[in-house]
C-alpha cells in the first residue's frame, strides 16, 4: 500500500508491503505494535525501537505525534484518499469572492470604487455602456476591492475582468 505523508514541510511516499516500509530508496523491516487502551506504538525501523504516542487530529488522514520529546503534525493519506480529494479540491475552485468581469463588450462609463474599498453584495461597481444602454454592474459578494483594472473610457470585451475581490 503507498501513502503520502506530510511531515514537517515536506511530502514522503511511503510503500508498505506486508513488514517491510520503504521511503524513497530506502526499505526497512517495519512493525507496528498497538498497546492496547493507550496512544502508544511501539514502532520497529530496522534495528531501532520507538516508542510513539499518536493522537488522530482534525481531518482525514491527520494525526499529532510525540516521538523523542517532540511533537509532530502529520498527515498520511493513501492513494485512493489522495486522488478523492485532489477531485475534490479541483471541483471546489478559487475561494473567495469571484472577481468583477464584464458580461458583454462594452465601455467603461463610471468607476465606484478604488483599491482597498470595502464593498457589499448587490453594491454598484462599474457603470458600463452596452448596446447604447448604461448597465450598473454589482458585486455579487462582499469583499474588499483588491484591483481595479479598467478606468472610464476604457473598452472591454466580454469575460474582461474589471474589478478583483478578496
Known amino acids: 500500500?503507498?501513502?503520502?505523508?506530510?511531515?514537517?514541510?515536506?511530502e514522503r511516499v511511503v510503500d508498505i508491503d506486508g513488514r517491510t516500509?520503504?521511503?524513497?530508496?530506502t526499505t526497512y523491516d517495519a512493525e507496528v505494535v498497538e498497546l492496547d487502551g493507550t496512544p502508544v506504538r511501539?514502532?520497529?525501523?530496522g534495528d531501532e525501537v520507538h516508542r510513539v504516542v499518536v493522537r488522530r487530529g482534525e481531518g482525514r488522514g491527520r494525526f499529532t505525534f510525540w516521538l523523542g520529546g517532540h511533537r509532530f503534525e502529520a498527515e498520511a493519506l493513501d492513494e485512493r484518499a489522495r486522488a478523492i480529494r485532489?477531485?475534490?479540491?479541483a471541483a471546489e475552485g478559487p475561494a473567495g469572492p469571484a472577481p468583477l468581469v464584464a458580461p458583454m463588450p462594452g465601455l467603461i462609463v463610471r468607476v465606484h470604487v478604488a483599491p482597498g474599498d470595502s464593498v457589499q453584495a448587490g453594491q454598484g461597481l462599474i457603470v458600463m455602456e452596452a448596446m447604447k444602454m448604461e448597465n450598473e454592474l454589482r458585486a455579487?459578494?462582499?469583499?474588499?476591492?483588491?484591483?481595479?483594472?479598467v478606468q472610464p473610457g476604457t473598452a472591454v470585451e466580454k469575460g474582461a475582468t474589471l474589478v478583483e475581490l478578496e
Not at 516500509?21 to 530508496?25: E, F, K, L, P
Open 86 to 89: 485532489a477531485l475534490r479540491g
Open 1 to 10: 500500500m503507498r501513502y503520502y505523508v506530510a511531515l514537517q514541510d515536506a
Open 140 to 149: 455579487q459578494a462582499a469583499g474588499v476591492v483588491k484591483a481595479v483594472l
Open 42 to 45: 511501539m514502532v520497529t525501523l
Open 21 to 25: 516500509a520503504r521511503v524513497g530508496d
